[in-house]
C-alpha cells in the first residue's frame, strides 16, 4: 500500500497503531461470514451433519474472508478516523513534495 494518497497527499497512517481498529473490523467481519457458514452448512445437512465438507469449507472461509476483506476495512476504517478526528491543517501536503 503506498503511504500518502496520490490524489490529496494524505499520509493513511495517521498516528502509530493506526490500523488496529482495521485488524479488528477485519476480525469481526470474518468471524460473522464464518459463523454464517457453519450454521448454513450445519442447518443444511442436518441431522447428519456431514463434517468433513463442513471443515473444508469452514477453512477455506477463515482462510479468504480475512484476504478478501483487507483492502475494504483498511479503507473503511480510514474513513472512520478521518470522521471522528477531522483532517489538521498541515495533514495533506502537495503532491509536488515526496
Do not use: K, Q, Y
Amino acid at each position: 500500500m503506498v503511504e500518502h494518497c496520490p490524489l490529496c497527499g494524505l499520509r493513511f497512517e495517521r498516528e502509530h497503531g493506526h490500523w488496529v481498529g482495521s485488524l479488528g473490523m477485519n476480525t469481526v467481519i470474518s468471524f460473522g461470514v464464518l459463523l454464517v457458514v457453519l450454521v448454513i452448512g450445519i442447518v443444511a445437512t442436518a441431522p447428519d451433519i456431514a463434517v468433513g465438507p463442513l471443515v473444508v469449507t469452514a477453512g477455506a472461509t477463515a482462510v479468504l474472508t480475512p484476504l478478501l476483506a483487507f483492502p475494504f476495512t483498511r479503507t473503511l476504517w480510514t474513513a472512520i478516523d478521518i470522521a471522528m478526528r477531522p483532517l489538521e491543517p498541515g495533514e495533506l501536503r502537495g503532491l509536488d513534495e515526496d
